[in-house]
């Protein structure tokens, strides 16, 4: 893990290379799910590996931004990127409500109640057909157009665009979460995960800690289903597949909840492997649901835990 | 403040007419007592006498059903834990606990941060101000593991100290943020004679440098040695208050302790 | 409108909040006692409903064959299930409890949709077409079995935890974790016994439920979000709780199918759930187990 941060950077120089190299659609493709996933469980790791919830209303987030990207865009003219915002706010709200509302009886009722809220949403999707067009979704999104202020407007279409501004939003929200997960706000929630009335004897407010690594990964969630969406030119119903909250699941279980690399690196290996295993769909989340439960019989704390436990024999050796 | 609360300048906390029901059973009833700046004071009582409970009310880790009381004249009835103990008021628990992932110098300023580092914003960007407040922090705690002997251990994970040694742990972790008033809830339960001593020694200083101090024990020894003032529970009830030596020669503490010692699970 | 098109949807109503209480109340079972909660609980009831769909499609069962065939599997793969999985969980590790049941869930779900695709199936019975008329209203027999059933397992579940001693021993564990294990009671036993009961409680409502609509393998995922919300509308762990929220948001949700959108009826649940977090977080008759 030590080698992480050097091996990250080369992976990036090589990433914000291929533009310039390579024509391939399909690699591009494969980037920017790369891109998308490595957001979703690096969100998610944030409240569960790091705020100890067990959230699985990340595929509800994924989606409202979409539809709420969408909706902006299409039905009131925004432009995408304030729409991209806004919705990853409206996101936001949702998780709040979610959370403190459940909160407030335990930790229990909050996993139960998240995950109620994603069915909720695959049900509003479908049926309140005058807001979201129903089960056969928008198709057909407007290729959006992006203005910065002195550059040229940048009209994004095919992959490699979106690989680019996919890759760009990736490498930000990842700093964003690394500087949290990594200064004096993340290991508070580490330590209100570890012993939550230790943390409270110590003047420490788990609630309002847990209400902002909920409403932050909301939000950054929430808008990479929105950019995600414009990629796919359509949403419907399927953004709330549950297919993306079971991926973030692996990814995050595998990798090592509380581990920034080791989540990151789960969720390229998870984005990559689709294309290795190339047989039906159902099959390969039958395979998933194997590799989960694995999991949490044989290493609780996913790869990096399987690190840490070799720091620890170190230190109880010492000791002797 | 109003109302009743502390009468004399010198008294640093009051506790009323505590109260805490379990399905219609007193647990702690009426209990009222008052801590003089400065002192150690025991609360002792046998086995399910409610010491616990009593400790849990007044740092807002349970909800009390009746009952107020202060710190520094000011009111802390109702509040959450975690008020309680940026108020001034920190506590340690009976089955040890420390943060076990991490390390001895992260678990103790986790207690200091409350009261040392700024807002979340300055934690986010990391600026000279939080630099100033971590060292400052890292500084003290190092300082009070070099008091109990652990300072080599700064950079271990928790989860590899002894128990005795992660009661140290926990006692240094609740006097990072300075507080006024600390609650240690049995401090030397199944902790080994020399470990003992070392608490002890540990309590003394921090007393000595103005720590105010109730401690829960078992230990009548310990006790004895220790504290300036003892407090009994029986049944919820507070039956004595005095100097060691008049509350060992009270009849009716014997009787509470004796009363029990016929039961199975006796002191 | 007109009265009888409204007792015509309370009949529907009773009979839906019925058979949610069956799975619901399993759901509850299973969390008073191993302070689990069962994400593969509603693929349980789905399998159940598949399994009843191929004994009388395939293997030529009755009605009554299949109900009891279904139920009984159900009940051993309840036992399995504790054995195998279950049983290595910790008390504290209420987390990973949800990740194994929901990667149970997903192998059972799209293992399902992989041999038998999502094409909804009808199942038929020889009671398929015959209908009981109650005054004003008529009801199919099918759906007047499936309260028999359900009442059947109430009426069971109600003796088995308040005249049996292992019943017994399942309501102290879940109302006193600690005090029961001080008096001698092997919380394997209890635990197993709960999970068993819980599965059988799906089954039997799958088995119910088969022959009054189309079963498929989706079916028992989007049963899970009334069944979760009607949990924590009864009070966390309270069996008795779970059954009466689960009649009565059936039959409102019956009642507003007459007059509302569907996406008004299916976010009733919800809806509800919210709002009795809310005002009163541990459930409208409290959390901890009374049966």
Known sequence: ?320 | ?267 | MNVDFVLQLLLNGLILGLIYALVAMGLSLIFGVLEIVNFAHGEFYMLAAMGCYFLTAGAGFGYWGAVVAVTAVSVCVGFVLYEVLLRRLGGRDFERSILLTLGLSMVLQNGALYLWTATPRMTTTQYTYESVVLGPVQAPLVRILAVVLAVISFVSLYLVLHHTRVGKAMRGVAQNRDAALMVGIDPRVVSRLAVAVGVGLSGVAGAALAPVYSVHPLMGFAFLFKAFAIVIIGGLGNVAGAAIAAVALGILESLASGFFSLVVVDGLAFVLMILVLLVRPHGLFGGGVRV
Request: proline share 5%; glycine share 10%; hydrophobic share 50%.
């Open chain 2, 1 to 267: 403040m109003s109302g009743g609360g502390p009468s004399n300048k010198d008294t640093l906390f009051a506790a009323q007419g505590l109260g805490k029901r379990y399905h219609g059973v007193d647990a702690v009833a009426d209990v009222g007592f008052e801590i003089e700046r400065g002192s150690i004071v025991a609360l002792i009582g046998p086995n399910g006498s409610g010491k616990s409970t009593t400790v849990d009310c007044l740092t807002g880790f349970q909800r009390a059903d009746a009952g107020r009381w202060w710190l520094g004249g000011r009111e802390l009835t109702g509040l959450s834990a975690s008020r309680h103990a940026r108020a001034g008021l920190t506590r340690t628990f009976q089955n040890v606990r420390a943060f076990d992932e991490m390390s001895l110098l992260e678990n103790l300023c986790l207690g200091a941060q409350q009261r040392d580092a700024g807002s979340w914003w300055q934690a986010f960007t990391g600026g000279p101000a939080e630099r100033r407040a971590q060292a400052k922090m890292e500084a003290r705690a190092l300082e009070l593991l070099e008091m109990v002997g652990l300072d080599h251990y700064a950079e271990a994970p928790a989860e590899i100290l002894s128990y005795g040694q992660r009661k140290l742990v926990a006692i240094a972790a609740s006097i990072m943020a300075r507080p006024d008033l600390i609650m240690l809830d049995e401090p030397v339960a199944g902790v080994n004679p020399t470990m003992i001593n070392r608490i002890e020694a540990m309590i003394r200083a921090l007393n000595a440098d103005g720590v105010t101090l109730l401690i829960v024990e078992h230990n009548m020894e310990f006790i004895m040695r220790i504290a300036d003032r003892v407090l009994v529970l029986a049944s919820g009830r507070l039956i004595a208050d005095g100097t060691p030596d008049e509350v060992r020669r009270n009849p009716e503490v014997l009787d509470a302790y004796l009363g029990r010692s016929r039961a199975p699970h006796a002191v």
């Open chain 1, 1 to 320: 893990m030590r080698r992480a941060p050097a091996l990250a950077t080369l992976a990036l120089a090589i990433a914000a290379a291929l533009p310039f190299l390579i024509g391939d659609a399909y690699i591009y493709t494969l980037g920017l799910t790369i891109c998308v996933f490595a957001v979703l469980a690096s969100g998610l790791n944030l409240v569960y590996g790091f705020a100890g919830l067990l959230s699985l209303a990340q595929v509800a987030f994924f989606g409202i931004g979409g539809y709420g990207t969408a909706i902006l865009v299409v039905d009131h003219g925004w432009s995408m990127g304030p729409a991209v915002l806004v919705a990853g706010v409206l996101a936001t709200v949702a998780g709040l409500v979610v959370a403190y509302a459940s909160l407030r009886l335990s930790r229990h009722a909050f996993a139960i109640v998240s995950l109620v809220f994603s069915l909720l949403c695959v049900i509003v999707a479908r049926d309140w057909v005058s807001l979201t067009r129903g089960p056969m979704g928008m198709p057909g999104l407007p290729s959006p157009t992006i203005a910065l202020p002195g550059l040229p407007p940048w009209q994004l279409s095919g992959p490699r665009d979106f690989y680019i501004l996919l890759l760009v939003y990736a490498v930000a929200v990842l700093l964003l979460l690394y500087r949290v997960m990594r200064c004096r706000i993340g290991r508070t929630l580490l330590a209100i995960r570890q012993n939550e009335p230790l943390a409270q004897s110590m003047g420490q407010n788990p609630l309002a800690y847990r209400l902002f690594s909920i409403g932050l990964s909301a939000w950054v969630t929430g808008m990479a289903g929105g950019i995600f969406v414009f990629h796919l030119t359509i949403v419907d119903p399927s953004i709330f597949d549950f297919y993306y909250l079971e991926t973030m699941l692996i990814m995050v279980v595998v990798g090592g909840p509380g581990s920034f690399w080791g989540v990151l690196g789960a969720a390229v290996f998870f984005s990559a492997i689709p294309d290795l295993l190339r047989f039906s769909a159902d099959l390969r989340l039958v395979l998933y649901g194997l590799v989960l439960i694995a999991a949490v019989l044989a290493m609780p704390g996913g790869v990096a835990g399987l690190l840490r436990r070799r720091r620890l024999r170190r230190w109880r050796e010492a000791r002797r």
